[in-house]
T-cell receptor
Framework: GAVVSQHPSRVICKSGTSVKIECRSL??????MFWYRQFPKQSLMLMAT?????????EQGVEKDKFLINHASLTLSTLTVTSAHPEDSSFYIC????????????FGPGTRLTVT | DAKTTQPPSMDCAEGRAANLPCNHS???????VYWYRQIHSQGPQYIIH???NNETNEMASLIITEDRKSSTLILPHATLRDTAVYYC???????????????FGKGTHLIIQP
């Protein structure tokens, strides 16, 4: 089946620093990827839609200047959390959409971010 | 997207069929029922989806009532690895457009008991 990877799987950073999370589609090309966030004991919340070669579309309430998304190739999207704060600590999950499988989304394993 | 209602948790004995209900009384004609599951600390996994006919694949069966106001996901022979949160999502069919991001509710935490 389709495989989506994320790197790193978990990261601890200090408040005020920036962290980059990578999302890769390993065996297919994805013009569109999605970024979700999940706080403890809560459901996934869509943050933004990442489109290859164009600007990301952010959901209401998500700061585009804080969560920078770059989708420079058909297999890689990156999410950079800038000037991270403890309240940004969360589980970040990406998904990649596969056009040849009825546009189904295949999810990555997630990245656990802890900001101290 | 139409709202869904699922029980917060369910138990099922290993080897038995797990039947997970979902109510979606406001579903509209062009909306499909999708099921995903999330094993603890992992990304969600697609299970199955359908419009009005019952569907079956290697993972599960999906039974949709004739009025489409509710559905049931059936795992025919549950194993301990099926312990997860199961999400029922109602939305128009994925089309490759910009609005394909998924809206997850609280889901049902299914616990398979040995």
């Amino acid at each position: 089946g389709a495989v989506v990877s994320q790197h790193p799987s978990r990261v601890i950073c200090k408040s005020g620093t920036s962290v980059k999370i990578e999302c890769r589609s390993l065996d297919f090309q994805a013009t569109t990827m999605f970024w979700y966030r999940q706080f403890p004991k809560q459901s996934l919340m869509l943050m933004a839609t990442s489109n290859e070669g164009s600007k990301a579309t952010y959901e209401q309430g998500v700061e585009k200047d804080k969560f920078l998304i770059n989708h420079a190739s058909l297999t890689l999207s990156t999410l950079t959390v800038t000037s991270a704060h403890p309240e940004d600590s969360s589980f970040y999950i990406c998904s990649a959409r596969r056009w040849d499988r009825n546009y189904e989304q295949y999810f990555g394993p997630g990245t656990r971010l802890t900001v101290t | 997207d139409a709202k869904t209602t699922q029980p917060p948790s369910m138990d099922c004995a290993e080897g038995r069929a797990a039947n997970l209900p979902c109510n979606h009384s406001t579903i509209s004609g062009n909306e499909y029922v999708y099921w995903y599951r999330q094993i603890h600390s992992q990304g969600p996994q697609y299970i199955i989806h359908g419009l009005k006919n019952n569907e079956t694949n290697e993972m599960a069966s999906l039974i949709i009532t004739e009025d489409r106001k509710s559905s049931t996901l059936i795992l025919p022979h549950a194993t301990l690895r099926d312990t997860a949160v199961y999400y029922c999502i109602v939305r128009p069919q994925l089309t490759g457009g910009g609005a394909d991001g998924l809206t997850f509710g609280k889901g049902t935490h299914l616990i398979i008991q040995p």
